[in-house]
Every structure is written in structure tokens, then in C-alpha cells.
């Protein structure tokens, strides 16, 4: 490959506690691709995948409180650290494979509020009702004033369950997703031609430049169409949920790509030597 | 930004917490079932000072016998029912165990019971003159409006309501029937007391020299019962007056009818018809034939007519013994004939017109009136016909008191005593079947039969009542609004009836054939007379049927303008009212029979329009419309010739109509097709589902609000029963699995909640079904210690199922134990799928003395979306879900964006749903920028387009002007070649799901006459491969495939045949005589020998036809080779 000396390049455009945008460069479209999928739906983080209902009388029904619940991201830094279930010897689920997460709230009836329709006698069960067994894996809030909502109960009802996180991939379920979204461009000016931007009546009133333009150098037209040329920067942008660092989930991304090639090199390494062996030459 | 760019949030959560007991939130669903209820109410309170129901009685009048005591008719026993009171559903005298008395719809609801109050009559009678003895008699619990004047939430605000476990805008307008919400339909009916001139074939059966033309009025009394009056044309120029009495016809010739009316003279009956007109020799000929040809019964005076009349109809009219001839002329022309007019004078005038109409029509002076069309109808409400079968039902109850009077007379009964008050009563228990009406109109409401001696003047016996089904809110709101053209035009072959005529236009919505806002009336009108000059050539004035004079046309014409100003202000302000009708028709040329028709009466169809003159809002009625203008838009004022204009042009859309978003860009089709399959979303159907016990409920978990929304949506309160929910759209023809109206789900989008479904089923328990009747209760709900481990699993020690466990196939629901035995048994839950214990409601009876016997169980099964649910925009764009793509397949936009839905652009050019696009387009810059989008139609147009104005708000949020985006492949990340159109929808989902359609068979039952599988979805059973699908193998000469189908995987089967004789019916199996073995052989019967016993492969119909044929005496051989 010695059209993209060097290997690729990533230069880091901004970093927040939540997202990162940054170009990728000097690389191939696929590797790219492959980059923004595995950060979709291959980084494995935490999530809540069983919930064992002991009690439940809000109005919210069993099922829905547990998707709910499962939606909720859980901070994932130590995820591997933790097995996943199919790879671990218990049969159904261990502290080496998971983490146990309950949630028990109880609204008393106070009588003597009862009639006062000034007060709110509304419970808003939340994400910090939720009681981790694993410090390291613990709903995400960053902001206390707005946790995540689970159901809202009134005086008299009550709900207490356990819920067991596991480890997985988004792959399975999107609950699992570090990111909820991957911004991904390349060519803003459409130099390759990939795209045909249709117009009515003029292009620079209807369609805008990107931001990512500023990276690159306008159109000049004098110079030919380059037909043999390849797109060799992408910009990316990686929104997580707060489970993980953003430079975590591009790393770790990075780390599984590799040891996906890797482990298909080793394969076709086996398959040259066995076919050698078999067919002798 | 325009009015209603807010969701409103907190505003309607802050209503939510502290429900208002003042007002309610959204008055416009109150008004929406206002016709229901007005028409319930008026039962009880009509005009000042009586409701429908006194005056019932008293057209009813009273009912005499005599007992022939001392020769002659004997001493006369009068009686009537002197009034009738409605009471409020309320417990039991016998109930001992409640404090309050009152009892409320969700107690029906619940207990799956009939909402009903008690019916209380009290019956007078006296003997000859004597003293008049009354006496309160039960007339059983008649089913109750929720909501009308006799319901015990009348007047109720959210608070209370919520309170007695209702909807917070809860509207009523239905009954409660064995705790399903039943209506009466609304049913479109002729108009009152208006001569149609009709032309009809069937008029010719009526008997020789019949024509098929004809006039006719639908007569309305004051209790709102009718009776139609027809004029016959006959060949010879003479007329007949038709009517039908306790379903029989009679025809009486006119001339007769005219006669008895009034004292009368050849002379003024002839100027009458003339009307000074002698230049028309037509008239003139068959006036006098009619004249002379009545010579013929020599009948001269009124009084000899009355009694000629009296004399034919006695034993029809059924009237007391001791009246004359005359007496029962006149009450035939009193009940019978033009009842809507309470004078003789009038009716012979109305006579004379509708004669003088028939000779017009047949002389094609004027053209025949369409029945079809609006103009000549109005709406039969449902309370009037509720009204009208109680009236029945007591007059029934009355004849049957005296006929059973009658009967003992006859037979001259021990104990027969008119002067003992006790024969009365012991007579009244007699005949308790006909006295329990509430039982009657509950079996009414509950199939919708109408059983009838008189037919009520109605054209259809079934079919009036409907459930109205909460399956989603559209829908549920959609049955009050809805108007039944009636089941027999149902039937009708021909279109024209289906017409849409320019003269609905504002009253009927085609779409889903429902009335926009019509108020209909239930208030009384006027009675205001006006009397023009009469005898110059002129034109007829009418009010409700009633001649009051004749003017020029031209007069006419100032009369309806003046009084229409009257409405509003000058001296008669007050004494016209809003909702009087002024048809005014002129003068044409073979055109619609000129006059001023002034009609006052209830349950006519109304609209408001402004009113040009003062800008006031005006009620327009159906018939007065077609020789109006009102304008539309602005633009389309005339000057000098509008007099009105419409208040909005969606005024003529209905409410689900008005609910599509940007209707004005779809093709019209289309329209309807969304106004049909926003009945049959996924929904919210109610806010207080605990409280229901449905045998069926669909509920979206996860509906939102649409950011893409009408003006009206939020008058409706739509945001507390969300349909849908708002879906990234992405236009685009992607891995070609959206074909075909296919659309791909992102597995992601599902995975979080998209589309996530549920449905309630109700399953009910009743071991009252065990018993024997006479036997005491011997069932009792329980596990006993006999039940096996597995039962315990699901249930509990009270023998109900565990809240949240899950039941499958073949679970006990519960288990109930039997005295005589001891044992204990279990009712099995028999569902294919698994669902989920929701409630358990425990069902005791009225007095709540009696053991359990009944349970309600509702399930709850989950129902997420897979592949094969259907789904649709707001647009009659449904499409069936091909695939749940995984997210990082599907294509993203460069921002990141992936969408929920992707549907192939091939599914809009020939639709033509623009309304699509354009709420694509207000969607997505609804959500960039956080505002509700306005969708009401016609608010843009040609100069202010649309694409436009949501195009700018993209550009301002950075996108695309058009809406679209560049888009790059999920697989392998590269641009596409054109960029895609991108935005966000909101989707329904339909309750059409793979899960209870799919069919599938390996093996399976079969029919065991035929052996073939059997038919049925619900019993596992095949899809039929009939006769054009062998045609189409046949054609493509696969033979094998052909013999899989038809016979090995259908009756297959193994047949003894003998190849010596070729039967296949002959050889049996035998033993053979000596053998000690118990190996059977088979043998020909008609061969005598085992040796030719071979066999074939055949299917077992064959075989079956064999024997069928055998049975006629038929051969069938066989011709085997090896």
C-alpha cells in the first residue's frame, strides 16, 4: 500500500467530556467505515439485560419499567475487567460477569398531605435510585439536577426489583451502543465527484458548505477532474452516552479493529501453512 | 412563529395534576356527541314544559273495554298512562350494605353490567265516569345515556369524573350494555313535513292504472314519531293517498280524504287546486275527472264520507267499541293522515299542494326531488327512536292489558269484575311480559333489532345500534360523528345513491362519511305566522309543512331576506331564531317546484357560515344552501350575490379529515385512505385503561406527540391519545427489501422502543354456567390440595391467577372446586400466545349477597414490532415492515443521522402524496428547532408556498433547503450518488399484525369425511390450493409439484384395490375362517378371493366418491396394470 505512506493519521479537531471530533487521514474509505461501525455497534460496554421484578405497583407494567431500565447507560471504564456471560464458567450470571444494580422505593401515604393540592405528590424514580453493587458501574449522571426518569409514582405504590448489567455489544442491542451518534464526511467540496448535489436554481443558496470545509481548500477551476483520486480524509465526530471517554470508545475501537485483522491474519497464516502442507508447495 | 408553535407541556401536565371542576380542558369533545345526548335528553325535557315522552302518552290517549255486562257494551273500563317519569340508575331497594344510593357507568363497566334506571309509569283507569284510580306501575330499567340528563355524571367536570373512574374529557353519548359501550347510529331519514315529488317504478305495482309518480311527506308527530303520506298519480288523472298503518298499505282515493277534512265543496276544492290558473287545460282535465269520478260513492257530505271511511277502517283502527263510524273517521285522519298538522284546515290545504305538485311533476312542470340528496333529508337521532320504541312498547303493553280484558270477557271469566279494582291488577301481572320495556330496550340496544308491529316508519329492522369500539381515539370519536345511510341502501346496487352531491357540500364528509359540525337541533322553533296575500299567481310559503299563505315569488324572495335579517337585529330580534331554515326555490323552468319552505323543526342538519351583512356567524341549513352563496375564500366574495361565506375552508372536512396533515397536497384518495387507517392505528384508546374491560385493546407504549400537527388537533385534545410516533424518514430505494410499499425498520430504533406495542384481552369466568338450574351453588373459586404443583405455579390459594404471571397454551386461568366431587378443575387458558395477567376483577351480583361466581381476567400481551407489522404515515401511505436492518447497515447522514424508517421513492409518484413531503419538510425543522408545526390545510398557497416557508426554517438551521442531504452508505461508507430526502414523519402503526394473521401447516387435522386438511387459521388448519392455482401448475405442465400439493400433501392414502373386478369399495378385511392367528387378510368381497387384492396410492376423496357413487346404484372399476 504505497499510496498512503506513513499509515494513517488521526488529528484530533476538538475534545469534550462527551464527544470528539477528529480527521482521519491517509487511509482508505473502508478502514474508515469500518472505524465509525465497530465504534457503533462493536465497543463493548455495560448495560442492564436481566431485571428480576419483586414487587411493581406502578402504573407502568413489568416489561416496559425493564426496557426502560435497560436503556439507561452505565459508566463502562472497567468493562474489561468484566467477562462476558457466554465466555464465563457460572451458569447463569456472577459477579465475574456482571454487576448486580438494585432499585427498592416505597411512597408512604401522608394523610395529612393528602388533600393539599399545592403539594407535589408526585415520586420521580430516577437513575440515582438505582443502587450499584460495583462502584466502577453505576448509572452515568453527570448532572444531579436531571437524572434519567425511570417511572413516576404516586403515594401508596411501590417498586423494588434487581437488575443484573452484563456485558455486551451493540450488536446484540443497542442499549449497549457507546455512542449515539457518528457524524462522518469526506470530500466536503465534492471534488470527487461522488456525489451530484441536485439544485433548482442555484447551488449556493440551497446547499451549504460544511463546517469541515475549512479543513480542505475550495474548488479551484482551472484544474482537472482527478478521476483516479480517493478520498483519504474523513472528518468524524463520536457523541458517547457518558459510558466512556470519547477517546476511550475511538481506542478501544481501534484496539478491536486490529485484533480483528489480526486474528485474520493468524487464520490465513494456518490456512497457507495447512494448504502447503496438504498440497506441497 | 405562528399561534400554536408550542406543545403545550406544562400547561397540559399542570391540568393533569389538578383536573378542573369548573371547565374542561377541551369543550370541543363535548360538543362533538352533543346530538346524542340533546336527543337523550329530549325524552325528558323537550320545549317548555313536557318531554318527548308525555307527549308520547299522549298521542298514545287511553284504551277502553267493555264487559257487555247487562246486554249491550256493559260498563266501559277506561285506562291510560297519565305520565311517566325516567329515573337515575340507582341500587336496589333490596341492596342493604351501601351508603350511597347511586350508581355509576364504571360500576356497568366494570361488572360488565347494563347502565340502567328504573322506567316507572303511572297507569289511571275508572270505570264508565266513575272515580279515576291511578297507580304507579314498574316498567323495568331502561338503559341510560352516560352523560344525558338521567346519567348520574351529569354536569360532572374532570374532577369528579375522574373521580367515578371515567376519561377526564369523558363525553358520554352511549350506553352501557352488558359493560360494552353501545350507540345508536345516526340514520339519515326524508326530511319532515316537506312534499318530495318523486318518480319511481315501483309506484306502477300498486295495482292498474298506477303511474310511477308520485308526492310524498314524511309526517313528523310532536312525540318525533312519523308517518309517511304518498300521493299516487293514476293514468286516468286521478290520485291516491297511500299510507301504511301497523305495517299494512291502504289506499284511499284523495278526493275522500279532502271530503271528510273539512266541509267542503266540488267548487272549492276545484279553485284550490287551480289556483286561478285556468289556462291550464292539463290541470283542468283531471281536476274535474277526479271530481266526477268520485260521483261514483255517493257520498255528498263530510259527515257521509267520515263515516264511509269509519266504516271501512274500523277493525283496522282497533278503536273502543262505542265509537261511531264518524268517531273513527276522524281518528283515522287525526293519527293517520298529515300529522304533523294539528288542524284539518291545514291539512286540506297541504292535500290540495301536494295534489297540485303530482300534477306538476306529471306534466313536467317540475322536476322530480332526489331523495338521495341532502336537501331532503335530516337525521334521525338516537334518542327520538329511543323515544319512539318506549312509545311503542306502551302502547303495546295498553293493547295487551285490553285484548287479555277482552279475552276474559269473552270467555267470561270466574272473578270478571270491572267494579273490583283488584281484577285490574291481577290483569296487569298477567301480562308483566309485555310491562318489563326496560328488558325490551335493552335487547334493542344490545343487537340492534328493532321489533316492531309498527315499523315505526322506518325503512330497515336491523342494524341501529353499533359498539363503539375503543380501539384508538380517531376511532372511537369518529362513530358519534358518523351518519348510516341506512343498511338497505347498503345493499343497493347502483352508485347513485353513493353520489357525492354538490348540496352536501359542508354537511357530509365522504371521507369517512361523517358530518363536520352540523349542530343539530333539538330545540323547538317557532311559531311565528306570516300570512302574504293570497290568490294572485303565486308561489307557496310553508312553515314545517304548514301552508301560511302564497305570494309572488319575488315577495317570497324579500320575505326570506328580511326574516333572515330578523335573525339578527330589527324589531323581531328574538322571535326568529338562529337555527330557522329559509328555502327559498325560485321560479324555473322544470326545476325544483318554487315556494319559500321556512322549517323550524329538530334533527335538522346545520352549519355555521358568516353571515356577509354583519359579519356575524349564521346557521345554514341543507335545504336552504342549494339556492345560496356562500364563498369560500376571500377572493371569491361576489358582490351583490354573496350573502355568506364560509368560516374556514375546512369547514367541510369532518374531524378525522381534519386531522391529516397538509390534506390540500394530497391527492384525494389518498386523504380517504389515511381517514381510514387512522381508525385502525395503534393508539392510546383511553387515559383510564384500568377502568376498562374491553374484550380487545390496542395500546402504543411509546406514542408521541406529532410535531407535524393541524389547528384542530389540539381543539380535540389529540395530544392525551397519541396515535404514533414521529420517525426519521429517509426516501430512498436501500437494498431493495423496500419494495413493493416494504419498508425497512432500524433494529435499533425497534430496540429502543419504536413501535412497541400491547394488547388487552379480556377472558371472563362464570361458573354460574355449571350450574344446574334449582341446584344451589356447588362451584367455588379455590385450588384444593388435589391440584397439582404445576397449577400452583400460576395461581394462587384462591384459585385466581397471580398478577403478572404468564400464562400459555394450555395454563390454568384459574381453578374452581366442585362440591359434589371435591375435585378441583381449572379453566385452561387457550390464547397462542403468551400473555401476561394484568387485572383480576372479581364480579359479584346486583345486591352483592351471592357467592363469587364471575371473574374478569385481562391479559396483557406484548406485541413489539417484527417483520411483517404494518405501519403508515398520516398520508395513506401504509407499507408492511421487510426488514429490521441493523443500525450500522443503515445509510447515515453527515451529521450522524440514521433513520427509523426507510420507505422507496417509488411509493410516490403514482399516489401523488405531496402532503408527505411537506410534512417531512415541517418535521425536520420542527425538530431542529423545537416547535410544533402548523399543518392545517389551505393555509398556504401559490404564492406563499410551503417549500418555502419550511425550506427558509431549514436553511436557518443549517440544512438543506429542500430537505435533503447527502447520505453515505452504512456498509461501505461511501457518498451515495444523490443525495437523499430526509426528514421526520409521523408513523402509525397499524393493528394488522403477522401475529394474528400467519398461517402454517406441516400436518395437521384433517376432515375426517374427506380425509383432506381442513380449513382455518384458528384450527391450525391449511390454505385452500383451489381450482386456478391447479390451473396455473396445469399450464406450466409441473406435474410433480402437482401431485405434492394435491395429493401427497393432502389425502394421501393407501387403497386396497382388486384387480380381478377393479373395486376398490369390495375388498374388506377378514379373518380367515380357522386361523388361530389374529392376522387379518384382505379379501374382494364380490371375487370371493383374497388373490387379486393389490395396492394403489390414491387420494381418500376418490375412494369417498367411490362409495358416494356406490350408494347410487353406480359402478366405479378400476383398471390396474403392474
Redesign the interface.
Known sequence: MDMYNGGPEISIRSLRKDGMKFVLSNTDLSVANALRRIMIAEVPTMAIDMVEIEKNSTVLTDEFIAHRLGMIPLTSFDVDRIQYTRDCTCTLYCPNCSVELTLHVKVNVDFDDMNDPTIDKTRQVSSLDLISSDENVKPVSDDKSHPILIVKMRPGQEVKLKCIAKKGVAKEHAKWSPVYGVAFEYDPYNKLRHSHYWIEEDENLEWFVSDNAVEETPIDPNEPFDYNAKPDRFYMEVETSGCMKPEDVVLRAMTIMQDKLGGLQIKLDDEFKEDTQRWGY | MPPNATFNTLERERIF??PSNKAFQTPALQELVAPHIEAFNALTEFGPSSGLLDLAIQDIGSKAVFDTNGGGLGNKLTFWVDELTLNKPSLSDKERHSTTRHVYPTEARERLNTYRGRLEAKLAWRINDGPVVIETQDLGLVPIMVRSNRCNLEGAFPKELIRHHEESEEFGGYFLVNGIEKLIRLLIVPRRNHVIALIRSSFTNRGPTYSNYGTSIRCARPDQTSQTNTVHYLTDGGSMLRFAWRKQEYLVPTMLILKTLIDTSDKEIFDSIMLGDMGNTFLTDRVELMLRSFKAYVLHTREQCLAYLGDKFRVVMNFPEDYTDVEVGEGLLRKIVLVHLKNNRDKFNLLIFMIRKVYALVAGECAPDNPDSPQHQEVLLGGYLYGSIIKEKIEDWLNGVRSMIKQDVRRKVAGLDFLDNHYFLKTLKKTASLQDIGQKMSYFLATGNLISNTGLDLQQATGYTIVAEKLNFYRFLAHFRCIHRGSFFAELKTTTVRKLLPEAWGFLCPPADVSRLPSILASLGVSQTLVPARGQRTVVVQLDGRIVGYCSSEEAKKVAGTLRHYKFSGSHQGAVPLDIELGYVPISQGGQYPGLYIFSTPARMMRPVRYLANGKTDMVGSFEQVYMEIACMDDEIRPGESTHQELSPTSMLSIIANLTPFSDFNQSPRNMYQCQMGKQAMGTPSTAINYRTDNKMYRL?TGQTPIVRPALHDTYGIDGFPNGMNAVVAVISYTGYDMEDAMILN???H???FG?G?IYKSEIIDLTDLRIRGEPVLHHFGLGLDAPRSWREKLDKDGLPCI?VTLGEGDPMCAYIDDTTGKTSVRKYKGMEEG?V?EVRLLGSDLGDTELQKIHIKL?I?RAPIIGDKFSSRHGQKGVCSQKW???DMP?S?????PDVIINPHAFPSRMTIGMFVESLAGKSGALHGIAQDATPFTFNETYTAANYFGEQL?AA?????G?E?M?S?I????????IYLGVVYYQRLRHMVSDKYQVRTTGPVHNLTMQPVKGRKRAGGIRFGEMERDSLLAHGVSYLLQDRLMNCSDYSICNVCTKCGSITSPISTHTAGSLSNVREIECRACQSGSGIDQVPLPYVFRYLATELMSMGIKVTLKTQP
Open positions: 395534576k389538578n407504549q433494529k435499533s430504533s430496540e429502543r422502543g412497541y400491547t403478572g401476561i394484568d396483557r406484548t441493523p443500525s450500522v447515515f453527515e451529521s450522524g443521522i440514521q436553511k443549517g440544512y438543506n433547503y429542500h435533503n447527502p453515505y452504512g461501505t461508507g461511501e457518498e451515495f450518488k444523490i443525495d
